[in-house]
């Protein structure tokens, strides 16, 4: 059976390329929102750390009719560190939008998602989007795009992509870069005329291949993916199978079927391939996962997931301030949630470790891991984490580790720093080309050398430099790279940080705390240029005397401290160092307190 009536389409793209914005108007004129309906910003991003960020972290399944067609859109991410979630939800489109910026061209992560497009056979539109941006170039942005896919081995008829030239912000669209267009409609007759009706087989047993999973405090577990064939009713028997674990088979019962219209789940009472749905009822329901009629068992292969390249340890926290700000805060408590967080994340695995007070935790990359962390402290939990490292891997005896492709966009007078930079970090420069008045840098750098790098690189480019990383391949050890130069101001005593213990302290460095600030024997409380860390006593109080000095009712003035995030928090801390992380607080911290075991564990790692 030919579906003439429905098409499922992913759009995917560098980060702040326009997906999101683009969906919002597609969402728009689809008839998705009345006419006086007041409608937010890209209003895909529904989760609290998406829409501070303004970044896409879940892909999320949204739907517009257009011209008797029903059109599911899955939205992706565009951050390589959240690639899974595009790698998993290919499995349900078979179209994909490819979004390049008329500005900045095929970045990293284009060329990631576009490589797992090609491979899967998908058919491509080539959107270029902000062609009203002022330092637009189409015409080379669509000789780099098809540079690319030359690059990556696409065949002939993907490298015939029609290209559609977008406004995201204003809605429209055109198949001409010299004509601006007044709407999306030639977008939606590009998806509807390029990408083929959708081939369905009804009559065969049920099979639905669970894509995604969502939680319903009401419902429990719900699976949402496509409809392989055969048709789906709610209240029916199935089976859970996976085509990886092919002798492990659960009985369940379809309770609820719901269909995505626009922002909303619609109950339904009949479903059929090729329909995008969502179902409950099934409680282990996992991504991967194969829905079937319980007389035809039959798992759908699932795409491999690209493996980790970055570890970090999470234990329990055990400073002298534990179970005072966090609500959750044992063992148990971190272990339900980490292994509850891989229900639903196909790219992060998690280990247990010699000590049942911590966790291997393995993601995609720095930030994948600190929003993990920023979600589980605002959930209330309590824990420490070491410092990331990477992910090595021995083949043939040889140490091989992960590189990445890096590329900058840096004003001309900043590309000094950035080899500087490389050179120390082990990078290998690729390729190089001026675009307007500034330069773009391409390297390929270990993964363990850009940890840090980030607010280094800010600080050399004063502020105008752009930077992004994708994973390229393992490759043969670099050698020794330098994490960190400057030393650490570690707080002397516990107690409450006095202005006057704070201001023999700022002489030594940058502090990350104020006055009134309650400290404990081996916390971390700022940084020194130099190597080595410093014992500083940040409690210490002014004695008083009977005499007065010329000096004595001077106010002390103390430097603005240095507030950092929990990614430059994560960028900073050193081996030796843990940070402490609570819903109040974000602590860097010695992993041994104690100044004088610390001494002796030092000198005894030196001999």
Same mark, same amino acid.
């Given at each position: ?25 597609? +969402? ?13 910003? %890209? ?9 501070? %960020? ?56 284009? %060329?990631?998602? =576009?490589?797992?497009? +090609? ?5 491509? &539109? ?20 098809? @540079? ?13 992509? !029609? ?18 267009? =007044? ?21 065969? *047993? ?18 949402? *993916?496509?409809?392989?064939?055969? &048709? ?27 269909? /995505? @219209? *626009? ?12 329909? /995008? ?31 980790? =390249? ?44 010699? $000590? ?14 600190? &929003? ?13 984490? $070491? ?14 580790? #992960? ?31 001026? /675009?307007?008045?500034?330069? %773009?840098?391409?390297?390929?750098? !270990? ?7 980030? $607010? ?19 490759? !043969? ?15 002397? @005593? ?34 020194? !240029? ?14 008083? =005397?009977?005499?007065?000095? $010329? ?31 609570? #819903? ?24």
């Amino acid at each position: 059976m030919i579906r003439e009536d429905l098409r499922n389409i992913a759009i995917i793209a560098h980060v702040d390329h326009g997906k999101t914005t683009l969906v919002d108007q597609m +969402l728009k004129q689809g008839g998705t929102f009345r006419d006086n309906q007041v409608v937010e910003e %890209r209003v895909m991003d529904s989760g609290a750390l998406e829409r501070e %960020r303004g970044i896409t972290i879940l892909a999320k399944n949204t739907s517009i009719h257009y011209n008797g067609v029903k059109i599911n859109i899955v939205d992706t991410p565009g951050h390589a560190d959240f690639s899974g979630e595009v790698e998993r939800v290919l499995k349900m489109v078979s179209g994909v939008l490819i979004l390049v910026d008329a500005a900045e061209g095929p970045m990293p992560q284009t %060329r990631f998602v =576009t490589q797992k497009a +090609l491979e899967m056979g998908h058919k491509l &539109i080539i959107v270029v989007n902000k062609v009203d941006r002022a330092d637009a170039r189409i015409k080379e942005v669509i000789d780099e795009v098809l @540079e690319l896919l030359m690059d990556l081995n696409a065949s002939d008829d993907q490298l015939e992509s !029609p290209f559609v030239f977008c406004s995201g912000r204003a809605g429209t669209a055109s198949l001409d870069p010299d004509i601006a267009g =007044t709407d999306l409609t030639p977008l939606f007759e590009t998806v509807l005329n390029h990408f083929p009706p959708i081939e369905a087989d009804e009559k065969g *047993g049920l099979q639905i291949l669970v894509s995604s999973i969502d939680y319903n405090d009401y419902v429990g577990r719900i699976g949402i *993916g496509r409809i392989e064939r055969g &048709i789906a009713v709610p209240n029916s028997d199935v089976t859970v199978c996976n085509f990886n674990h092919a002798n492990v088979k659960t009985r369940g019962k379809l309770v609820n079927l719901y269909e /995505i @219209e *626009g922002l909303n789940r619609v109950p339904c009472e009949r479903a059929q391939a090729g329909d /995008i749905v969502c179902f409950s009822g099934l409680e282990n329901i996992n991504i991967g996962d194969t829905v079937c009629v319980s007389d035809c068992v039959e798992p759908v292969p699932f795409v491999k997931i690209s493996d980790p =390249t970055v570890e970090m340890i999470f234990s329990v926290n055990d400073s002298p301030f534990a179970g005072k700000e966090g609500k959750f805060v044992t063992t148990r408590h971190l272990r339900e949630r980490l292994y509850r967080e891989l229900l639903k994340d196909v790219s992060l695995r998690v280990e247990d470790t010699d $000590s049942a007070d911590s966790f291997r935790v393995s993601g995609r990359g720095e930030m994948h891991l600190s &929003i993990l962390i920023e979600t589980m402290r605002r959930e209330g939990y309590e824990f420490q984490v $070491s410092s990331p490292k990477v992910l090595y891997k021995e083949i043939d005896g040889t140490l091989y580790e #992960p590189v990445e492709r890096l590329i900058v966009d840096v004003p001309e007078d900043g590309t000094g720093s950035v080899f500087q930079s490389m050179g120390e970090r082990k990078g290998e420069l690729l390729h190089m080309s001026a /675009i307007g008045s500034r330069m %773009r840098l391409e390297f390929l750098v !270990p993964a363990r050398g850009l940890f840090g790098y980030k $607010s280094q690189f800010l600080t050399d480019t004063k502020g105008e430099g752009v930077m992004s990383s994708v994973f390229f391949e393992y490759q !043969p050890h670099k050698g020794e790279i330098s994490r960190r130069e400057s030393g650490s101001l570690v707080a002397f @005593e516990t107690g409450e940080a006095v202005t006057y213990g704070l201001f023999n302290a700022q002489g030594r460095g940058v502090l990350f705390i104020g006055a009134g600030t309650p400290v404990y024997e081996g916390m971390v409380v700022g940084y020194s !240029p130099k190597e080595g860390d410093i014992n500083v006593n940040v409690c210490k109080t002014k004695h008083l =005397t009977n005499t007065r000095s $010329s000096s004595s009712d001077d106010a002390l003035r103390l430097i603005t401290p240095k507030k950092m995030s929990l990614e430059e928090a994560l960028e900073f801390i050193a081996d030796d160092e843990l940070l402490e992380i609570t #819903p109040l607080n974000v602590r860097v911290r010695k992993r041994i307190l104690d100044g004088e075991l610390r001494a002796k564990a030092r000198a005894k790692a030196k001999i």
